[in-house]
């Protein structure tokens, strides 16, 4: 499904190389996790997936089930069934939650030649989904994440990645900043998305949330490039000892 392969990147505005050579590879269904200390490229392997500006891709490529996302603007992308949850949702004061999600649900609905959602079965859908996320219809009515507390703001990107239905899901630092009941919605709200098809990357910094979100891959970032991979043991290991072992480990071989 998604195969990354040897991807460079470096950064637009000045001659800085952040990934150098990523290799990852993400079966249907799958949901693996990427960890690794502050500043190794796993936020900005995510944007270069979503097709962010300000990063350029020097070497490598990016497929998802067998077409590159790379040379797909980030709407295509979208279309094609990319989803990123950002680490820092961004609020988009004067459009509602609503609206933002009617247009953005429509919008992928024809990219992939299904027709609009009526406006009877849109109200249907969003209300059963944000109803399981704890998202209020006060919520929905508001400005895009505009004043939203921290732990409402990742609900409602876990709300948009459920009207989307994607085919990969990215999760950036999702659980940062979520406190324990807010972090179990979450993890409640992805897990009802697996279905066995649809993948997920995972980045995080805590093997709490990975209690909750079971991966079958842990991964290592590491100065631009995964170090290591194991099974969910890994994140354990990460828990208790921190990264210096591995990283030590890695650097000898
Ligand atoms: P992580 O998510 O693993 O903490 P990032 O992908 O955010 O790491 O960052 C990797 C490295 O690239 C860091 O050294 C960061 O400072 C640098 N970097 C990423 N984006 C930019 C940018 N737009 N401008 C300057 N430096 C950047
Ligand atoms: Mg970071
Ligand atoms: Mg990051």
């Known amino acids: 499904m998604l195969e990354i392969s040897n991807l460079h990147v470096k950064l637009e505005e000045e001659d800085k190389q952040i990934l150098k050579g990523v290799d990852l590879k993400v079966g249907a269904g799958e949901v693996h ?20 500006d300000g990063y350029v891709v020097t070497e490598g490529s990016a497929k ?38 009617r247009t953005a649900v429509n919008a992928q609905r024809k990219a992939r030649g299904e027709e609009e959602l009526s406006a009877t079965d849109f109200l249907k ?9 704890k998202i209020d219809a006060e919520m929905l009515k508001r400005p895009v994440n505009v004043g939203f507390s921290g732990g ?17 899901c990215i999760l950036d630092e999702t659980d940062s900043g979520l406190d324990v009941d807010a972090m179990k919605l979450v ?16 980045i995080t910094h805590y093997q709490r949330l990975l209690d909750h979100i079971k991966p079958d891959v842990v991964h290592i970032m590491y100065d631009g490039r995964i170090v290591k991979s194991g099974g969910p043991e890994l994140a354990l290991e990460v828990e208790h000892n921190g990264y210096a072992d591995i990283l030590a480990e890695v650097e000898k071989a």
């Open 33 to 52: 996790a990427i960890m690794g200390p502050n500043g190794s490229g796993k936020s900005t392997t995510s944007y270069v997936l979503s097709g962010r």
């Open 125 to 133: 859908l969003v209300r059963e989904k944000a109803k399981s996320l």
């Open 187 to 202: 993890s409640d709200g992805v897990n009802a998305l697996r279905d066995g098809k649809r993948s997920f990357v995972v």
């Open 64 to 101: 998802l089930d067998g077409e590159e996302l790379l040379d797909m603007d980030p709407e295509e992308r979208a279309a094609a069934g990319v989803f990123l949850a950002f680490q820092y949702p961004v609020e988009i004061p004067g459009v509602g939650n609503m609206t933002f999600l």
């Open 152 to 168: 409402e703001k990742k609900r409602n990107e876990i709300l948009q990645m459920a009207m989307l239905e994607p085919k990969l």
